[in-house]
């Protein structure tokens, strides 16, 4: 039986559960891979009640589109219609090899990408749709307009931008309206509150943010990174180096005296205090295990005291993240 989640208004026409699911470790990235426990993590996101599923072309090379697009069709009708699946391009890794990729936003590439996801997915339109990247080489009005072309094709119903600076935002909405922009964002990644936040609420442009936990580090349950399966691509990420680890592991600090207060996880009090940030973010934590899908689900369920709230806030003015979000190869893309 399908169980019930607070709702979100995100942006002007989605309503959401106030969590929703970041798909991409189940087919690549954080570690092996079971496509079987794969799909039942996916039926166990919906009976969960989390009804925003956000995949990529990207993710496993379309795998993630694919594994999801199976489950997609073994539900009923109305449970089907309940979901809304969000999906990108931008990241061309079909000529590369490992995790190296080109950033790619010309109309034409967009649109073979648009027909390859809804075949992977089986569904006739993507309710929520991204440019993944932010392409350089690429005319942002000519790109705003091939997928308000497709909007109009009944291919996508909603449109979003990742990782996008505000001129380019601005320049985007233009043409046509950005529902979306995802972006990461947590107690260690604060930027955007300085330039693009403030432009999302004043316009009510709905903010998804990735990698909420901080890749797994607010958690509290990385200690180094060679407790990493070999296969896990936060081994190479600087902010999982030794030094730079030992350094973060100052923010843990500050939560833990809220986990007592508050009977509860780091996890989610990292996730309480995202969604205390404005009404209209909906993060999209993903796991592998069913019992971190609940206490994540959990988290919308916590309110903080707003001292509380003020406390995490003044955290970046103490606590001096080390390490770049990526290594060079993955902030490409990145404003």
């Given amino acids: 039986m399908t169980q019930s989640l607070p709702q979100r208004k995100l942006g002007q026409h989605l309503t959401v559960s106030a969590i929703g699911y970041g798909a991409m470790g189940l087919s ?11 799909s039942s993590m996916l039926h166990e996101v919906i009976d969960s009640g989390v009804t925003l599923i956000d995949t990529a072309d990207m993710y496993g090379r379309g795998a993630n ?4 697009g199976s489950v997609l069709k073994t539900l009923p009708a109305s449970t089907r219609a309940g979901l809304t699946i969000a999906s990108k391009c ?3 890794r079909n000529s590369t090899s490992g995790y190296n990729r080109n950033i790619n936003n010309h109309p034409d590439y967009i649109r073979k990408c648009c027909d390859e996801s ?12 991204y440019i993944h990247r932010i392409d350089p080489d690429a005319v942002i009005e000519e790109t705003m307009q091939t997928l308000a072309d497709l909007v109009k094709e009944g291919k996508i119903a909603n449109v979003g931008l990742c990782e996008v600076s505000v001129p380019v935002l601005q320049r985007a909405c233009a043409v046509y309206p950005v529902d979306v922009v995802q972006t990461e964002y947590s107690l260690w990644t604060r930027e955007i509150e300085d330039d693009i936040l403030p432009v999302l609420k004043k316009s009510n442009i709905g903010l998804v943010p990735y990698s909420p936990l901080g890749r797994g580090f607010l958690t509290g349950k990385i200690q180094n990174k060679d407790e990493l399966s070999e296969n896990d691509f936060r081994r190479t990420n600087p902010r999982f180096q ?12 500050a939560l833990e005296p809220m986990t007592i207060k508050y009977n509860c996880t780091m996890g989610q009090i990292a996730l309480a205090w995202l969604l205390a940030q404005w009404e209209h973010i909906v993060p999209i934590p993903g796991t592998k295990n069913p019992k971190y899908l609940h206490e994540n689900n ?14 995490l ?3 970046k003015n103490t606590i001096n993240i080390q390490g770049e979000r990526y290594t060079p190869e993955g902030m490409k893309g990145i404003f």
Avoid at 123 to 128: G, K, P, V, Y
Avoid at 242 to 253: A, F, G, I, T, V
Wanted: charged content about 30%; glycine content about 6%.
């Fill in 28 to 38: 690549e990235f954080y570690g092996d891979i079971d496509t079987a426990k794969a």
């Fill in 313 to 315: 806030n003044d955290l």
């Fill in 298 to 311: 959990q988290a919308s369920l916590l309110k903080l005291d707003a001292a509380d709230v003020q406390t």
């Fill in 90 to 92: 931008g990241i061309d």
């Fill in 65 to 68: 589109e694919k594994l999801i």
């Fill in 242 to 253: 030794d030094e730079n680890l030992e350094h973060n592991k100052r923010l843990l600090q």
């Fill in 118 to 129: 809804l075949t992977r997915l089986g569904i006739e339109q993507i309710d929520l749709y």
